[in-house]
């Protein structure tokens, strides 16, 4: 047995505003990730088995390793059909928001239009601080995944027959990709029911890792051994370890979106270390990723200094400036945070 979560009032929201609803739209965050697209499939095959339009509508391009999810293809990226995206949105009576907390998280221009629409919304979430701007709010950052969520709340909502191998091989994607494949914030015992129900409903989850993690190119292989071998600081009295990967760098690689996912994890594989930053030149602004072990807030340091956030083992946020000034920057602060070594 799961224990109950989500409130009984929002799980009897949430099923009359689906009931209601005849225009639906899911969305979830920009640069979207296993659990973002994994929460946002998982909720788009139950609503079409419930025989109601559904789009999922995404800020940006979805990383290629997710590809092999059933529905992908049917994922309207808003940065590439701005008009037709806009319309659905415009037309739509029940939006959900899935994986992120705050309108900010859809980048500037699908933000505008979320929140100019007339739409009920829903947010299914598990980052810290949740924003009002929708009409049910269930966020629980004590939970590992959206994806997690969207499965409680089918549960909840008495319709567990109508979730099929297609909503829970992405459902399972989102769990295991949002844990590091079960490795961090995977102690909590419901989390392996799920996952035993997810197995009864015919995923095949060797396969699903295979599919996510072992389908690399030999430039992102390349990349990341570069990156390791020649990049990485290590600053052994503050227990922390940075990686910078320049534009030029990236190119030398043939850089593509997602090449560089998980390396600000590597340096947490050494004895230790703690805290993980990744610096990444972008075209106007320096991606700043994260990670860290035990209670070292790296959220803390994300919204203090990087203009950013998330959650306290994973956080992010972007740098207006050089790759040296937020070297510089980086060095300076940790002394900042020694208390939580
Ligand atoms: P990643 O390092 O994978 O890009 O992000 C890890 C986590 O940090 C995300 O799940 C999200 O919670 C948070 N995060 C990343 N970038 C940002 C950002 O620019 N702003 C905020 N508020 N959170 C971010
Ligand atoms: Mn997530």
């Known amino acids: 047995m799961m224990s109950k979560i989500i409130s009984e009032n929002k799980v009897a929201q949430v099923a009359k505003l689906i ?15 296993g659990d973002a697209i994994g929460s946002s499939l998982g909720m788009y095959h139950f609503l079409n088995a419930l025989d109601k339009m559904t789009t999922v509508v995404i800020p940006d391009a979805m990383p290629d390793n997710l590809l092999f999810l059933k ?3 049917e994922i309207l990226n808003y940065s590439k059909y701005p008009e037709f995206a806009g ?13 992120f907390n705050a309108l900010k998280r859809l980048g500037e221009k699908m933000e505008v239009a979320i929140a100019s629409s007339k739409a009920r919304k829903v947010m299914v979430d598990h980052h810290l601080d949740p924003e009002g701007f929708c009409d049910v709010t269930i966020s629980h950052p004590e939970i590992s995944s959206t994806s997690e969520l969207v499965f409680r709340l089918i549960c909840r909502m008495g319709m567990f027959d109508l979730f099929e191998t297609d909503s829970a091989t992405a459902i399972y994607t989102g769990m295991m990709t949002d844990t590091g494949n079960f490795t961090y914030n995977s102690n909590k015992s419901d989390m392996y029911f799920i996952i035993e129900e997810l ?13 996510v ?3 690399n190119t030999v430039d992102k292989i390349r990349l990341n051994g570069y990156a390791v071998s020649e990049k990485l600081e290590v600053f052994p009295k503050h227990k922390a370890a940075m990686i910078t990967l320049t534009r030029e760098e990236l190119n030398r690689y043939h850089y593509r979106k997602g090449d560089s996912e998980g390396l600000v994890n590597v340096p947490l594989g050494i004895e230790n270390i703690v805290f993980s930053a990744f ?22 340091v994300a919204s203090e200094h990087f203009n950013g956030g998330g ?4 956080a992010g946020g972007e740098f207006y400036g050089t790759m040296e000034e937020i070297k510089e920057r980086f060095v300076k602060i940790l002394p900042l945070y020694n208390q939580y070594l």
């Open 19 to 33: 009931d209601k609803a005849k225009n639906i739209v899911i969305v979830c965050h920009i640069a979207p990730d």
């Open 71 to 73: 529905g992908t293809k």
């Open 87 to 99: 319309e659905l949105i415009e037309k739509a009576d029940l939006i959900f928001c899935l994986d």
């Open 199 to 211: 197995i009864k409903k015919g995923i095949d989850k060797d396969e699903i890792y295979t599919k």
């Open 213 to 215: 993690f072992n389908t």
């Open 279 to 300: 610096f990444r030149e972008e075209k106007d602004f320096i991606k700043v990723s994260l990670r860290s072990r035990g209670s070292f807030p790296a959220n803390k």
């Open 311 to 314: 959650h306290l083992n994973a």
